[in-house]
């Protein structure tokens, strides 16, 4: 089935439109009948891109190999046409086509006829199939549904498990002031005259095994240039998502854009139908597959900004917007919006693009295994979209969200995870700029001015009310990290190279930890009144200095933190400590036996390690002094790791360091009585 970033939503220019466009000459088009298919006696084009040198495309006639998946698929249909003696051509169309010329596999195979419905013909085949006894899928059909460009039926089926759409070729004609065409059977020439781009428009026939071109896409392909079979304004009308596709597929294979669809894609009419006409879920695919895209994403961007459009796709709804309190962001300068009427911010852009520019070098630079697909992504976007934090946009019900989750969530309709997590990951990252300044703290303490930094609890707690340990600065460094990276997880790499691209983006003055600072982030991290950060340390040197801590010091990465579970349950907890085993006082004690647990990540690691490799010889090394002797008296609940084999042998046991961690949290609830 087709992908819906990949379906047509039409719609007619006016007559208005028209004439402010004004008329382009057609001479790139030329007659659909009077255009032949691919000549053999042809030489191949002086203009072959180097890289192509030992592609399909490279040869005069181009012979496509074929898999054996895919002759067999071939020899079903030809089958299906030889029984039932179907007088019609049957020829795969666009994206499949163009990916073997260029030497790459694809599956995405729709057929193309000249002279059945899709439907029709996805019965003789499925007919067929049975009779060679062959398993039949079922037939589904995507109705005619012009609101959603649907506006002639679309087979789809399975033929050898592989998923395909059966289609015939259509001419659209539009009416004066209509989005809804008149659909017309018609011929492959004509057909490819309404495609997208002259390198989607090109068939290959399965009776003849050639490749037909009505519209020059082979020598658009060689010479890698992207061009529209029609005048791009009129394409561009019809479906006015073509401009992101064009952005797209000029980043994703290399391609210059012609110069009459970048004029096109600046044209106010167009862009306001595209504005209008097109659906946030439709653009929000096409800025997914950019970015899955991550090596080429920064050029498909580059051209969206380009032609003025980041506006349009990444709306912001200037009537609920706000800027978020002081108590979330702290004191911070944010950059000016979009206005409501002044189109796009090149300002804003800028910034934009130059973040996401960063995201790409950085990704390019690091090893291959550091990022997925996934992870390089969410970079890309976060990095993208970090001009906008600091913002927060009005939803129903008196309820708030960051202008960065809405963006991607309601302007382009991608998934609650994806809009989650861009927006915690610039969170954190701003966040871990902050806490950079309390390990600059850390640093200029002396081991007699390492201090508790928080107050121990009044002696009117209860038992069952659990008490605020005091930590000092260095576990309070810690304990912040660790809540940090708990969040993010295995996306903490992605904010911590986050961080270094805030940084290089802006003057050091805006990372500033000022003085009395009201945020509740700010706050946690207990910096006392009177510390005053160095400033001949800039921001950077200081970040580099704290993730160096992070990743080589504070053992945080090498559990990983995030992975961690608790050391055992609140009821057995509760029970251990003599207190009830309801209420809100069992999450607090679970997140204080946290604390302990990322404050001796050196004794759990050794465990974790022995579990998770029980191939390997566990460590060696001296045990904490943190952890005591193993109490009689000490259960023996579920452990959170597997059990190490008999043949490892940990520092200490897990009863050993589940009986320390209950022994601290006695003396924390002893101490408050």
Known sequence: MKKQGEEKEASNPTSADMAAIGHMSDSLVGDATSVTVTASTSSASPDLRPEL???????????LPLTALERRIFDHVLGACNMFKLETQVRVAGGWVRDKLLGLSSMDIDFALD???????????????????????????????????????????????????????????????????????????????????TVNA???????GKVEDYVGGLDDLRRGLLRTPRNPHITFSDDPLRILRAARFAARFGLNVSADIRSAARVAAVQRDLAQKVSRERMGMEIQKMLQRYDTAIQAFTLMCEWGIRHIVFAVPHEKVQKAQTSEIGEMELQTLDGNDEGDNGALTSQ?????????????????????????????????????????????????NTLIWHLVREALKLPQRDATLASDLLTHAHQLIRASYLHEYTRNLTVDGATGMAAASSSSLSPSSPPVPSYTPL???????????????????????????????????????????????DKSLQLPSHFTHNPAIQPT???????????????????????????????????????????????????RMMEWQVLHLDDLIPLHSASSAPSASASTSPPSSAVPPPSASSASPPSPFPSPPASASAP???????????????AQTQSSQ
Not at 160 to 166: A, G, P, R, T
Not at 568 to 585: F, M, N, P, Q, Y
């Open 53 to 63: 040198a030992h592609a399909p495309i490279a040869q005069s006639d181009p012979t």
């Open 115 to 197: 002279r059945l419905s899709g439907e029709e013909f996805a019965s003789y085949l499925s007919r067929y199939l049975t009779s060679i006894g062959e398993r039949a899928s079922g037939i589904g059909v995507i109705k005619l549904n012009p609101d959603q460009s649907k506006h002639l039926a679309t087979a789809t089926m399975k033929v050898c498990d592989v998923s395909i759409d059966i289609n015939n070729f259509r001419q659209e004609v539009y009416a004066a002031n209509s989005r809804i065409p008149e659909v017309k059977l018609a011929t492959a020439a004509e057909d490819a005259q309404r495609r997208d781009f």
């Open 202 to 208: 090109l068939f290959y026939n399965i009776h003849t």
């Open 352 to 400: 934009c693009l130059r973040a996401m520019q960063l995201a790409h070098e950085t990704i390019q630079s690091a090893p291959t295994s550091r990022y997925s697909t996934d992870s390089a992504s969410m970079l890309l976007l976060s990095a993208f979209l970090n001009p906008y934090y600091g913002y927060r946009v009005e939803l129903k019900k008196n309820k708030s």
């Open 475 to 521: 576990e309070c460094l810690q304990l912040v990290c660790s809540r940090i990276m708990r969040q993010s997880a295995s996306f903490t790499p992605v904010a911590l190279d986050l961080v270094s691209i805030l940084l290089h983006l802006t003057p050091n003055a805006a990372h500033q930890l000022r003085p009395g600072s009201v945020s509740v982030f």
């Open 541 to 591: 040197a200081r970040f580099n200095a704290f993730r160096r801590w992070i990743e080589e010091e504070s053992k945080l990465l090498d559990l990983p933190v995030w992975e961690m579970k608790p050391l055992a349950s609140g009821t057995e907890v509760c029970k251990v400590l003599g207190v009830e085993t309801k209420g809100a006082h069992v999450g607090v004690l679970i997140n």
């Open 652 to 666: 200490h046991t897990l009863e050993q360091i589940k009986s320390a961690c209950f022994q601290w949290l006695k």
